[in-house]
């Protein structure tokens, strides 16, 4: 199956959405930790990226040299990635109920040696550029057509290593490398206008290192679908989807917790808790 080249209508992605909403609940809950609100705030550009004709994979072939390589470089939003893996035919569904598992290939943060589909392992925080980089200079040395893309967090941009990557990508005009910002304000341990108010303002500072910035609403599917039509034109330089989204967005009881979904990072929903949840996503 290769779902790649098929572009859905706004009904469909949201109702895959939906359910891919449902087994990250499902899946955080039943291994009694796990990140909800990261995974949930990341998934509705996950769904356009690899079910609305973006992302160039072959879940037969994993291996494929020219297929697409998408890094989640927040290594902690797995759930999110799982759901949509198994959905692209990557792996058997039944497998999401054996995640943070002893000897399951999903552990809590990704890694490309255990899960086929991820293509870098993720969890200390702010590597997933670099790695970018190097790929998206291999298909130019290779003379080989993949795009790559990353998706960074903003506490996650607290740390150096994505401003040297950043830096580095406009350095090498890396018109084949796209940055998605999962954009939703919290952190860890806070806000992130509190933790590290320098990281605004967020569009003027990736402008300044030379990359081509897109501001969207990541919850819009009609703005992510345009967000990714509008990079794959850029010419000369690497760009950043800037994404506005919400910790536990779809889920009420999450995205209406204090503060902001933030209580839910690192914490699943009780088994009563999912429950409800479930219904209100059924
Ligand atoms: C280098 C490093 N420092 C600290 C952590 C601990 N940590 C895990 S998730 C997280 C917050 C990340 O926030 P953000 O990038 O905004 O992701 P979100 O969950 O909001 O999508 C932190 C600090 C880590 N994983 N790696
Ligand atoms: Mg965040």
Do not use: C
């Amino acid at each position: 199956m290769n779902t790649n080249t098929h572009q859905r209508s706004i009904a469909e992605l949201a109702d895959l959405a939906r359910r891919m909403r449902r087994e990250i609940i499902e899946m955080t809950t039943q291994a009694g930790s796990g990140h909800p609100s990261s995974s949930t705030s990341e998934i509705d550009i996950l769904t356009v990226l690899y079910f609305d004709g973006v992302l160039r994979y072959n879940p037969q072939h994993p291996d494929w040299p020219d297929r697409d390589r998408f890094i989640l470089s927040k290594g902690h939003g797995a759930p999110g990635l799982y759901a949509v893996l198994a959905e692209a035919g990557y792996f058997d569904r039944e497998l999401l109920n054996t995640l943070r598992q002893l000897g399951s290939p999903l552990q809590g943060h990704v890694d490309r040696r255990m899960t086929p589909g991820v293509e870098a392992s993720a969890g200390s925080l702010g590597q997933g550029l670099s790695i970018g980089i190097g790929l998206a200079l291999a298909a130019r040395l290779d003379q080989r057509d993949y795009r790559v893309y990353v998706m960074i967090g903003d506490g996650e941009s607290d740390e150096g290593q994505v401003w040297e990557a950043a830096m580095t990508a406009a350095k090498y005009h890396l018109d084949n490398l796209t940055a998605i910002l999962d954009f939703n304000q919290y952190q860890q341990t806070g806000p992130v206008d509190r933790v590290m108010p320098a990281l605004r303002p967020v569009p003027d500072k990736w402008r300044a290192f030379g990359w081509h910035v897109v501001e969207i609403d990541g919850h819009n599917y009609q703005q992510i679908r345009a967000a990714f039509a509008e990079v794959r034109d850029v010419r000369g330089r690497p760009q950043i989807i800037v994404a506005h989204t919400i910790k536990g967005k779809g889920i009420p009881l999450i995205e209406n917790s204090d503060p902001a979904g933030n209580k839910y990072h690192g914490v699943p929903l009780k088994p009563d808790e999912a429950k409800e949840a479930l219904a209100q996503l059924a």
